[in-house]
C-alpha cells in the first residue's frame, strides 16, 4: 500500500520544500497537463528536471498529455522513476510502453472515468501499473467518483488473472473519506493531493492515509 500525495495541490512558488514536507511517503505525484488533452495547464520536463534533482522520494509523472507517443520518452530519459501515459491519447501504447521501460522507468497506463477497461486489458503486460482517475483529468480538489469503484475492482481481477506485480493506482477526490473504499476495490496506490497539502501536518496526513489503508493490504 503506497501513498503518492499529488504536487498540483502544492505551493509553485516553494516546489522543493513542498517535496520535503512529503519525504515519508513513496512516491511524489507530479501532474502534467497541456491545455490540449485536459482543460488546464501545469508545468513540463524542464520543471521535472528540476524536481528531480531535489526530490526526497521518487516521483510518478502522469502525463495528461496529446501525443505521448513522442512525449513520454523524455519524462523517463530525465530520470522520472515512474511515467504515465493516458490510453486515450497515445497511437501506440505497446511500443510506448517498451520505451519507456528501456530508458529505466516504469510503465502505466491511465484511463479517464468514461473509458472501459475491458478494450485495454490485452495490454497488461506491457505496463508495471494502471491508473483509474476516479475525478476527470484537469483540477485538483474534485469530488470522488464512487462509480469509478466496479472499475478498480475489474482492473483488480484482471491483474489477479495475468499475475505479476503490476499496482493498481486511484487519482482523484482520494481522502480520508474515500481511501478505505479504494483500498477494499483492489488499489494499492494512492495519490491525494488536497487530503495531504490541504492538511495542518502533511507528513501527518501521509501517515494518517497510511495507517487506514494498511489493514487492507494483501498478504
Known amino acids: 500500500m503506497q501513498i503518492s500525495p499529488s504536487i498540483l495541490s502544492a505551493d509553485f512558488a516553494r516546489l522543493a520544500a513542498e517535496l520535503e514536507a512529503i519525504r515519508t511517503a513513496d512516491w511524489a505525484h ?8 485536459v482543460p488546464n495547464l501545469t508545468l513540463g520536463l524542464p520543471v521535472v528536471e528540476s524536481l528531480l534533482k531535489v526530490s526526497p522520494i521518487p516521483i510518478d509523472c502522469h502525463l495528461m498529455i496529446e501525443d505521448p507517443d513522442r512525449w513520454a520518452p523524455p519524462y523517463a ?12 491519447a497515445a497511437r501506440d501504447p505497446v511500443r510506448l510502453a517498451r520505451q519507456i521501460r528501456a530508458l529505466g522507468a516504469r510503465a502505466s497506463m491511465a484511463l479517464k472515468p468514461g473509458t472501459p477497461w475491458a478494450p485495454y486489458e490485452e495490454l497488461l503486460p506491457e505496463v508495471d501499473m494502471v491508473l483509474v482517475m476516479t475525478v ?3 483540477f485538483g480538489g474534485q469530488d470522488f467518483m464512487t462509480g469509478q469503484l466496479p472499475k478498480v475492482r475489474a482492473v483488480r481481477e ?25 483500498a477494499q476495490a483492489g488499489a494499492d496506490v494512492f495519490v491525494a493531493g488536497s487530503a495531504v497539502y490541504g492538511a495542518a501536518d502533511a507528513a501527518a496526513a501521509v501517515a494518517e492515509l497510511r495507517a487506514l489503508v494498511a489493514r487492507h493490504a494483501q498478504p
Open 30 to 37: 507530479v501532474d502534467v497537463m497541456d491545455n490540449h488533452f
Open 136 to 138: 476527470e483529468p484537469g
Open 77 to 88: 530519459e530525465a530520470g522520472a522513476q515512474s511515467v504515465t501515459f493516458h490510453v486515450e
Open 158 to 182: 484482471s491483474v489477479r488473472k495475468h499475475g505479476g506485480q503490476i499496482w493498481v493506482q486511484v487519482d482523484g477526490g482520494v481522502s480520508r473519506e474515500t481511501i478505505e473504499a479504494c
